[in-house]
T-cell receptor, first 113, second 108 residues
């Protein structure tokens, strides 16, 4: 069974631009979570989606947003990019909301110049 | 919120040595996972272990939920075990919170 798929794997943007990242969960998984990983802050929770609704949100500014589609695929968007948004963005899926094991994708590595 | 502390922060071993990584957490949890982050950044699931003991080959893990800690044991380490090991915990209705990780370097 295919794992969690994230696209694109690498991207470079400039300050002020926006970016959209995509995540396809494991088949049958309905919950998708997003995390940001930076050397200084480690792994930080962004948000979690279940049944097309945001169920949990981390402590990030409103420039970070996301959505989930009816097929459980999820996208996250970062607007007005800042240098500090350079990070590895990781998506994880699980069978249900706030329960059980999380499975992560390979991540999308964003560099903001 | 819940605090997660991992120790040691760094660990250097010779191939063949054994090691124990520790994860302490500040409150009761109903989810605890151990991950290994590979050089390309992907978090690989090692164990889902909110309580009890599990083994998978050279790796095993024990969580003592009542005392709020978990241990990851690596036996007969290999160079491919190098990387960062993360413990993550969660409570009902909340997201997984990650520790800062233990960076393991195994040399041949």
């Amino acid at each position: 069974k295919a794992g969690v798929t994230q696209t694109p794997r690498y991207l470079i943007k400039t300050r002020g631009q926006q970016v959209t990242l995509s995540c396809s969960p494991i088949s049958g998984h309905r919950s998708v979570s997003w995390y940001q990983q930076t050397p200084g802050q480690g792994l930080q929770f962004l948000f979690e989606y279940f049944s097309e609704t945001q169920r949990n949100k981390g402590n990030f500014p409103g420039r970070f947003s996301g959505r989930q589609f009816s097929n459980s695929r999820s996208e996250m968007n970062v607007s007005t990019l800042e240098l500090g948004d350079s990070a590895l963005y990781l998506c994880a899926s699980s069978l249900a909301l706030n329960s059980g094991e999380l499975f992560f994708g390979e991540g999308s590595r964003l560099t903001v110049l | 919120g819940i605090q997660v502390e991992q120790s040691p922060p760094d660990l250097i071993l010779q191939e063949g040595a054994n090691s124990t990584l520790r994860c302490n957490f500040s409150d009761s949890v109903n989810n605890l996972q151990w991950f290994h982050q590979n050089p390309w950044g992907q978090l690989i699931n090692l164990f889902y272990i909110p309580s009890g003991t599990k083994q998978n080959g050279r790796l095993s893990a024990t969580t003592v939920a009542t005392e709020r800690y978990s241990l990851l044991y690596i036996s007969s380490s290999q160079t491919t075990d190098s990387g960062v090991y993360f413990c993550a915990v969660g409570q009902a209705g909340t997201a997984l919170i990650f520790g800062k990780g233990t960076t393991l370097s195994v040399s041949s």
